[in-house]
């Protein structure tokens, strides 16, 4: 059977990734605030059609607390919140135990850190992750996504085999992996998985694609052609245009924690869902507007270039420091470096995956209007997930039959016209995102990713 999934959320604690305060009374705010926020996500989960969602930060206490507390187990490994008597357990979505670390190590003069995702089978699994990371002098009471240093890569990878040689079924995801944040990603020298991780880069099964980059884009580099890709939203809020913004379609035995780490091994993989990177925070080289380190830009000044028009030395037109480098840019960069440098007609695509973006944007889009969360919008969205059933079966329908059943609603012309030209990937996002900033999202035409620069001063 096939099951949408996005195994990388945040918990609703306090935007989901910092610290939280450690004063009783703030405490118990920010538990009931997490409570009403996560019942939000819960339906927003089940709206979008997801049936395994990521539980976000559960080594963090009082999430892990919040799950035990109010969660039941109903398949192996996973687990339902049920907000009233008459949701029925085949309608739950279905949390997965999922957190996110930043690891810091040294690589050459570099010190470099990337996000990782790490998927649990039990709550046994995440307190020995807990133990290991209070070992290492991390605060699991307080940080939501915690902080690990390590001195050299072997010790990154003695982590995590010390990890997964204790529970073989906890699986290691670098997250978002050419962002600035992500192993390849940013101003450094990591152009292997093995700088970074050393030797558990053979362990590695599975990376996460992240916003800014899809299968093609990810095909220009050679060490990810045996490696399975997977797309997941990276949530810190429950609004619809955030949680299950990307997600995996997979085709799982059953619906339990091993039948989807299986899907997952074993590349069952039927599609994943993904923004056109050029949406992305990072797809292009650049410096946006308003910047205010190295040295400021204007509210106006901004500049971005495709990998082919880079300046002289990555350096700034306007500002004269050095430019965030763009994800595409990197994946040339990283493709060389790994000794095939691959042209994007020959990056190799090894899995399905279908450009898209959040339903409620595409509707605001077709209103003309920029907030996503006035009445019209919600109202118009409504009715289409209602005749769809969810988000996920609009997105997998074919075109035709999309427009076929679309006809049939009434609903603004215009809003249909935005969702057909969505589904045939005749869309883009302009400008595309750069150093931080998002793309606008343009119905109608298609950005090329090369050959494309601009400079505003
Ligand atoms: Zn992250
Ligand atoms: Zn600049």
Redesign the pocket.
């Known amino acids: 059977m096939f099951i949408a999934v996005d195994l990388h959320a945040h918990s609703m604690f306090a935007g989901g990734a910092g610290g939280i305060s450690s004063s009783p009374e703030k405490l118990e705010q920010s538990y009931r605030r997490a409570h009403k926020r996560f019942r939000e996500a819960n339906i927003t989960s089940w709206k979008k059609g997801i049936q395994v969602m990521g539980s976000g930060d559960i080594q963090f206490k009082p999430w892990l607390n919040f799950f035990e507390k109010y969660l039941v187990e109903e398949k192996e490994g996973l687990y339902s919140y049920h907000d009233s008597e008459e949701a029925r357990v085949e309608e739950a979505v279905h949390y997965i135990l999922q957190t996110e670390i930043i690891v810091t190590t040294r690589y050459k003069q570099w010190r470099k850190a990337s996000h990782v995702v790490v998927l649990f089978p039990d709550y046994d699994s995440v307190r020995m992750f807990q133990s290991m990371l209070e070992k290492l002098g991390s605060k699991t009471e307080r940080m939501a996504r915690p902080f690990v240093t390590l001195a050299t890569p072997n010790e990154v990878s003695d982590f995590f085999y010390g990890l997964v040689d204790s529970e073989p079924r906890i699986e290691v995801i670098p997250a978002h992996i050419l962002t600035p944040e992500g192993v390849y990603g940013g101003n450094n020298g990591v152009n292997m998985l093995e700088d970074f991780f050393g030797l558990f880069h053979e362990r590695i099964r599975v990376v996460e694609t992240g916003l800014s980059a899809d299968p093609e884009v990810l095909g220009l580099i050679p060490e990810l052609d045996n490696k399975v890709l997977l797309s997941n939203s990276d949530a810190h809020s429950s609004a619809l245009n955030r949680l299950a913004r990307e997600f995996t379609v997979l085709e799982v035995r059953e619906i339990t924690y091993d039948g989807v780490i299986d899907a997952l091994r074993e590349r069952r993989i039927d599609y994943t869902l993904e923004f056109p990177p050029t949406e992305g925070r990072f797809f292009f080289t650049g410096?946006r507007a308003g910047?205010k380190k190295?040295?400021p830009?204007g509210k106006n000044?901004y500049?971005y270039f495709s990998p082919d028009t880079l300046p002289e030395g990555n350096i700034?037109?306007?500002?004269?420091?050095e430019?965030t480098k763009g994800v595409l840019h990197r994946a040339f960069e990283i493709g060389e470096a790994q000794g095939n440098k691959r042209f994007l007609k020959e990056a190799k695509i090894s899995q399905r995956y279908i450009h898209g973006v959040p339903l409620i944007e595409a509707v605001a889009l077709g209103l003309g209007l920029k907030s996503i969360s006035s009445k019209k919008v919600r109202l118009v969205y409504d009715r289409i997930v209602g005749f769809f059933g969810n988000e996920v079966s609009l997105w997998k329908e074919d075109p035709e039959k999309t427009e076929e059943f679309l006809s049939e609603l009434s609903i603004p012309e215009n809003v249909k016209h935005v969702i057909y030209e969505i589904k045939r990937d005749n869309f883009t996002f302009e400008p595309p995102g750069f150093d931080g900033q998002y793309g606008r999202l343009v119905v109608g035409r298609k950005t090329p990713y090369l050959g494309l620069r601009e400079i505003k001063r």
């Open positions: 410096h910047r190295p040295r830009h000044e500049c700034c037109p306007i500002c004269g420091g430019l």
